[in-house]
Structures are given as structure tokens and as C-alpha cells.
């Protein structure tokens, strides 16, 4: 009797599949959110999609949405995984009322996926500092941004910061610089920007690849205890991150010359290695730390009404604040087009026309309750990568505090901008698109 | 009641080999395949293709490839994975180097090409069975997908390795790329798998087919009535590598679009593939459709139900979709080890008597 109702209820739930409809009559903002809070990444997306949530949950209860307008948030599991992300894009994109506004999804492999779909389904995607890095070229890919830097200008800060250390750009000559990555298409981002930096000062690359998920390094730090290089960078995420840190602390590789991407500095990444992984760099475009007013209103109008979605205690660590930031830039080009279009009803293509002119102020910054959180971002039709900047932070192990240890570079845009014109050519090629001109 | 042989006497041996010589089994079968191409096309929409029925004729497919091998011929064989990367690798690089060549035609090419492939991983299988040669395969499995992560030829040396499928046009309707309509994707793929499928039922039936379910019972019997196992073997591993190969360049080029191997060609899909003709039912053509639709299409039944229905968090959903799959295996193969095709068949068989039960 409970089999049949239970398949009455499957039969019924399936055939209203595509159509679940909203009870609301006013118009909602309805924002994908694509998480991971399974798999082996999961560590790392469960901050990741917590301070989304936590994101929207604040402006809906403080605000009452979005000038006025609220947020509907349509979740969807995609475990990291290609073919589940695909589902979940079909599933979420046509959500009534607004039709997925844009869509992050926090994947490299599924970003590749999307991309192509991005511009027939007109719905703009937000890959921020991951993704195809050569969509930072606005004229080929009009539909995918991905501010406030792409890999490969975070490669270029990373082998400045490296420069800066051993006393500058003419002494990296002859220096060893190796890469362990993530043997997938987010680690191989870096690999021929850094392949072009190598060429051009002088030091020795070598890339060292992981395979998913990350679990068995051993072998490659065997190789780099036999090799001693001067500085290890780190494309890695998920487990692989710390595994990584722990491989690092048992070779005693000085933890101060190796310095992560920054998807593999965050404080799952160090905790688990413990005082060992005292001195370890990864590279950062925002600050961490929960003290800035953004974090007490988010303790104060959701942890405290009940609506928080993870640990409290877990507010202001790095994946955390990076969501937020996400967040953040999302909602601003919802303002943004609200304001260019005159609308609160926003369709995702006027979504992609908030996106592609956003400008988000350090003044902006301070309203939101983030003063000197990040820098101030503005987005052309050209450059859809924004600034560029990276800066590189260092954890305490003692404190259990990450720090902020130099400034934020400029990337080095005499060798990324080549590179980007040429992978996005290359891609227009493939895909007949004729680049379109910005005025 | 209905479902009864009576009164119906061939009168041909032509008429006695049908493949479904019960008459109501083939009037359904016909009234699923009418259905399949006439009354699904104008409803479907872009998610129930790329999300559900894509991916349950591609692994169909797939599963097809590996029964051939396992099932029937008792190969056991863990390369799936990296036979459909060659397979989409081939299907890639032919379009990129003849663009002229129809999209058929590079289908059929790139089984070839796999086929050759999936021969020479199996020639240790005249030296080693069983499980050894489950290893053997293994290292196919991970050599093939190294080879393509690592030699830039593959991929056009693109920066991430990373292949896009470029928009194909099959006799003026375009097949790939976003542009390609959900039906055009739908029709295109369900005819190769059912053309496939219908040409799997009849190797298997046949002279070589036999040959092969002699080897897989009792080989060196079957080495001692006459049948060489090399021609048995390598064809299976041909046969069944060129349907996999198909089904890989499907995946890539129409599923997809766009895949890295590390990602879709690991040794997870090899298993996948294997845990889809399991459960289906070794051996068996209608096996391989069976499991496909219960692996692929029930964790996103239970996703819509769980999350759209029941309003689960979706990361809870997450979580039970996996708990309940591993239950509902545990329970298939428990109520019946040969698979959902014997099940079929059990059922079959009582029909035959319903409604009197005896």
C-alpha cells in the first residue's frame, strides 16, 4: 500500500517535472545555485554554497530582497560532477518566473559544458576567478564573465610575489619552480601562461600532475623532496588541497616557498596538517576573517532567527567569505541592470547587460558592510575579467588566522593578453562566432 | 489471458526464427518503437533530452557493447571507459581533419577505429581469464585515458585539454553543438541505437554469437568441438569495442559537447557501464536497456522526487539518492542475480497463465 502510494507520488512528482510552478503571484528573482555537498569536494562547497545561501537568505529578511523584490533560490546538487551539472542547468533554467537569472557553477568541467549553451539559451554565466580563463575576452564570449581575475593573471601575481621574495624579476633566473595540479582542466589552466613566464625570466617550470580526486601524492612529492625546487605552486582542490599541505609538512618542504591557488587556501585546506602547515601561502583577492559588518548582519538576521544554513562558528573563514563574495557581485548586477533597464523585473539578458557594465566601488563596498574586503571592480564589453588582481596570504597556524602578506598585484598583461586572444579565437573559430565590436 | 501462443502456428522456418515470434510481444515492441519515433518528438523538450533520455540511450548503447563482451562471450572487461574515449577522441579528431565527412560516417569510423583498438587490448585474453583479464582491461582503462590526457594531438592542444564538439550537420539539420533541437539530438541518436541494437540481436543469435556463449560456458570444450578461440575472442572484443566506441563518440558529440578525459572517461565509467549490464542481466540485448534506464533514469527520478516533490535540501537529496541506489542494487541483486531481463522473463512466463495461477 505505501510502494503504490509512494509510486503514485513519484508518477505525479515526474510528470510535473518541468513545470513546477510557484505559488508567489509577485515577481521573484530566481538564482541557481549549483552546489557540491557531496563527493570529494565537498569540503570545499559546502562554505561555498553556505555563504550563498546565507547571502540571500539576509537580503530577503533584512531587505526584503533585492529592491523590494526577492530572491528565489533554486539549489541543485551537482556532486562536481559533468553529466549531474548538465541536469541541474535544464532542470533550473527555465524556473518561472524570471527563468534562472545566471547561473555559477562553481566547476571548471561544467563551465566548459555551459558555455556554449550560454549564449543560445541567453543566460549569462558567472565563473568568478575559475572557468575558461580566455572568456575574459568579452568580444568572443559576450555571455560568460569571469571577474575579478582569471587563472592565468593570478599565475603571473603568484611568479611576481615569488620575484619579490628572492629580491626581484632578474633574480628568478635559474630558479626551480614547479606546479602540482589537478590533472583536469581547472589544473591545467596555469600551465602555458606559466610555460610563457618560465620562457621569458628564465626559471625552470615543471608540472607535476595529481589525478582526481587527489588522494594519492605521495609519489609526486617523493619527486619534489628528490628535486628540491625553490617554490611549489598548487593547483589543487578538494581533498587533493590537503593532502597536499600534510605530503608538504612530512617532507618538510619550507611551507613559507609553497603557495596555493586560491581555491586551495582555505582552512580545511591547513587544519588538517595542523602546526605543520604554519607558513603556507595561497593566493586571495578578498581578506578573511569574519569581523567585517556584512558578517555581524549576517550572524544577527539569519544564524539568530534560525535561518543560518551551516556552522555559525564557520562565518568569515576563506571558501566562506569567497561565497559571499560571489553573492555579492551577483546581486550588484541585478542592481545594476534593475537600474539600466528601469525594471525590477529583470530577464537574464538584462542580467548579462548589469554584468557586462558593473561597477563595484570601494565606496559601494563599505555600504555593503565590507569596507576594504576587496578591491573595486569594473567590467567592460572587452574585458570581462576586471582588474585582475591577486594578492597572496599566509596562514598562521598558531593564530588560526590567515594573513594578508603583500599587496595586490597587477597581472602581467603583456603575456596573458596574447594568450587570451589567441585561445578565444581559436574557440570562435571552432564554433563560427563572429567576434562582435564594442563601441 | 492475453498474452498466449495459442492459434498461432508458423507456417515457415523463415517465420519460427523470428526474433519475437509471439505475436503480442511484437506488436508491443513495434507500438514502443512507433511511440519512441512518432508521439515522443513534438513533446520533447530540452531538459527531458539532454538530462534523461540522452544519457539512458547513450549508456544503453554502451552496455550493449560491454554484454556482447561479458555477457556473452564471458570476457570480463574493465575498459570501458577508455574505449569510449577513443571513441569520442576519434569522432573528434575526424571531424576536425575531414569536415566534409558525414556525421554517420564518422560514427561508423570511430567504432572502427575503436574496434581495432579494443582487438589489440585483447589479445591477452587467449593467455588469461576471469579476473586477470579483468586487470589486463584495467590497464587499457587507464593507459588509453593517460594517453589522451598527455599527447596534445588529441585534444588540438588546447590549453585545458579540454575537447568541444563543433556545431555537425546531418543532412541539413544540425546534431551537435547548443543550437542542435532536442528532437533533431533525440531522433538522430534513438536510430542509431535501435538500428545497433536490432544488429546486436542478430550477431547474437547467430553463427558467432554462438561461438561466443560456447566460449564463455565451457571454453576448452568449445575449443575441442571446433570453434577457435581466437576468432571468437578477438571478434568479441571487436564487436563489442566498436558499439562501445559509438556509444563514447554519442556521449561526446551529442550528450555532452564538451569533455575532459580524466573526468568522463574514468575507471568510474568502466564500472558504471558494468554495474548497468549486472543488474540489467548478462546476456541479454533487452538487459542492457533494462539496467541502463534503472542506473541512469532512477537517481533522477528520486532527485525530482525527493526534491521537488518531498522539498528536500538538495544536498540531503544528495546524500539519500546515493544510500538508496546502493539499497535498491542490494535488493535487485538479492531478488534476482540474474538481472531486470529475468525478471522480465519470470514475468513473461506468468503471464502465459494469468489469470489462473497454478
Partial sequence: ?439 | MFYRENGQFKSSYRADQAIFPIAQDRWFVIAVVLTAFLAVPPFIDQYWANAVILPFLVYALAGLGLNILTGYCGQVSLGTGGFMAVGAYASFKLVGLFPELNFLIVLLLSGFITAGVGMIFGLPSLRIKGFYLAVATLAAQFFLVWMFNKVGWFYDYSPTGMITVRPIEFFGVLVTGPEAGSAAKYLFTLSIVIVMALAAKNIVRGRIGRAWMAIRDMDIAAELIGIRPLMAKLTAFAVSSFYIGVAGALYFSIYLGAVEPVEAFDINRSFYVLFIIIIGGLGSVLGSFLGAAFIVLVPILLKNVMVGGMGMASGTAGHVEILLMGVLIIFFLIVEPHGLARLWQIAKEKLRLWPFPH
Fill in chain 1, 1 to 439: 500500500m505505501n510502494l503504490r502510494k509512494l509510486t503514485g507520488a513519484a508518477v505525479a512528482a515526474v510528470l510535473t517535472l518541468p513545470t513546477v510552478a510557484t505559488s508567489a503571484q509577485a515577481y521573484e528573482l530566481v538564482i541557481p545555485a549549483l552546489e557540491y555537498r557531496t563527493g570529494p569536494y565537498a569540503p570545499n562547497g559546502i562554505p561555498l554554497a553556505n555563504a550563498m545561501t546565507d547571502y540571500f537568505t539576509l537580503l530577503n529578511e533584512r531587505d526584503g530582497g533585492v529592491e523590494g523584490v526577492k530572491i528565489k533560490l533554486a539549489t541543485c546538487e551537482t556532486g562536481y560532477n559533468t553529466a549531474k551539472g548538465v541536469e541541474c542547468y535544464e532542470n533550473i533554467k527555465n524556473t518561472p518566473p524570471s527563468r534562472a537569472l545566471m547561473v555559477q557553477p562553481f566547476s571548471t568541467g561544467i563551465t566548459y559544458q555551459l558555455i556554449p549553451k550560454s549564449s543560445v539559451d541567453e543566460i549569462p554565466i558567472f565563473s568568478m576567478g575559475y572557468g575558461r580563463t580566455s572568456a575574459a575576452n568579452g568580444k568572443v564570449f559576450p555571455w560568460v564573465f569571469n571577474f575579478p581575475a582569471t587563472y592565468w593573471s593570478q599565475a603571473t601575481a603568484l611568479v611576481q610575489y615569488i620575484a619579490d621574495q628572492e629580491g626581484g624579476m632578474g633574480n628568478l633566473k635559474g630558479k626551480k619552480i614547479h606546479l602540482v595540479y589537478h590533472n583536469s582542466a581547472y589544473g591545467k589552466e596555469p600551465i602555458r601562461t606559466l610555460e610563457s613566464l618560465a620562457a621569458k625570466y628564465g626559471f625552470e617550470y615543471k608540472g607535476l600532475p595529481v589525478d582526481h580526486p587527489g588522494q594519492e601524492q605521495k609519489a609526486t612529492w617523493l619527486q619534489i623532496r628528490k628535486e628540491r625546487p625553490d617554490w611549489v605552486l598548487m593547483w589543487g582542490w578538494g581533498v587533493m588541497n590537503q593532502v597536499a599541505v600534510k605530503e608538504a609538512a612530512s617532507i618538510r618542504f619550507p611551507m613559507n616557498r609553497f603557495i596555493g591557488v586560491w581555491w586551495s587556501g582555505s582552512e580545511n585546506d591547513v587544519l588538517p596538517a595542523g602546526d605543520a602547515a604554519d607558513g603556507y601561502l595561497s593566493g586571495t583577492f578578498h581578506a578573511a576573517g569574519g569581523d567585517f559588518p556584512l558578517h555581524d548582519a549576517i550572524r544577527k538576521h539569519v544564524y539568530d532567527a534560525g535561518k543560518g544554513s551551516g556552522d555559525r562558528d564557520r562565518i568569515g573563514e576563506v571558501l566562506y567569505n569567497r561565497g559571499l563574495v560571489a553573492a555579492m557581485w551577483q546581486v550588484e548586477a541585478i542592481r545594476n541592470a534593475m537600474k539600466i533597464h528601469g525594471t525590477k523585473e529583470v530577464t537574464p539578458a538584462m542580467v548579462r547587460d548589469g554584468f557586462e557594465s558593473l561597477e563595484v566601488s570601494e565606496a559601494r563596498l563599505a555600504e555593503l558592510g565590507l569596507k576594504g574586503f576587496t578591491y573595486g571592480i569594473k567590467i567592460t564589453c572587452e574585458n570581462h575579467e576586471g582588474p585582475g588582481r591577486v594578492a597572496v596570504q599566509q596562514w598562521d597556524a598558531k593564530a588560526k588566522k590567515w594573513n594578508m602578506v603583500s599587496k595586490f598585484y597587477e597581472p602581467l598583461r603583456d603575456i596573458t593578453g596574447p594568450l587570451i586572444e589567441e585561445d578565444s579565437m581559436a574557440y570562435a573559430k571552432e564554433n563560427n562566432v563572429t567576434p562582435r565590436t564594442c563601441s
